[in-house]
């Protein structure tokens, strides 16, 4: 059974006569269909209709929300992509790595998120909104993330302070994504390990750790 959406009634006071009331269960409904669907068949084969049939809404719930396809999973997905991961702090920049490398890896291996980054990312080469949007906000998210993380670095004396973020986020994400969409590895601890001990090095650092 599909799910509605009322309309207020006039003179509520809440929204112009005859506005249809967006309900959160209905827009929850819509992003959960949306990213399996991307998961299922990938953007080029994605379509409203079988969104709207998968969440159990109509398509006039989703175009009340979003005028297209392209306008639905850039909302969605960069909404997702956006969530803020831990930010952690340890008092050493090994271990913080260590911990943000690891919330990472558990993204990455997320089933949906293994299926659609890959997608999404072959569809940026040929949709240019996509690609703008969707890099521009992990780009600035992580960006932001490795900023903070090497600042205090630098504060504590752990790195010089040129240490550069968009570098670390490079030799963060780039290893990671290459064993989660690329060659499908897992990520075993003593990877992990290695990884956080080799990011910190490439920045100028040494790899410390906080006593157990």
């Known amino acids: 059974m599909a799910i509605t959406e009322n309309r207020r009634t006039p003179g509520s006071g809440r929204a112009p006569a005859g506005a249809a009331v967006l309900r959160d269960e209905v827009t929850s409904a819509i992003r959960d269909a ?8 990938g953007y080029g084969r994605l379509s409203i209709e079988a969104v709207a049939r998968r969440a159990g809404v109509g398509k006039t719930a989703i175009y009340r929300r979003w005028p297209s396809k392209v306008d639905m999973v850039i909302e969605i997905v960069s909404a997702v992509a956006g969530r803020r991961l831990p930010l952690p702090d340890t008092g050493n920049l090994r271990d913080d790595l260590r911990m943000l490398l690891s919330a990472l ?10 299926q659609i980054i890959p997608d999404l990312l072959a569809e940026a080469a040929r949709n240019p909104q996509i690609a703008e949007t969707l890099l521009d906000t992990l780009r600035t998210h992580q960006r932001d993330i490795a900023a903070r993380i090497l600042g205090r670095a630098v504060d504590r004396g752990e790195l010089p302070a040129a240490a550069d973020p968009g570098l670390a986020i490079d030799l963060i994400i780039g290893p990671l994504y290459w064993r989660a969409a690329i060659v499908r590895t897992p990520f075993a601890p003593a990877y992990l390990d290695s990884l956080a001990d080799a990011v910190v090095v490439s920045l100028g650092g040494r790899t410390t750790t906080n006593p157990s």
Do not use: R, Y
């Open 34 to 41: 949306l990213m399996k669907e991307l998961a299922d068949v």
């Open 105 to 114: 890896a558990l993204a990455l291996h997320h089933p949906l998120a293994s």
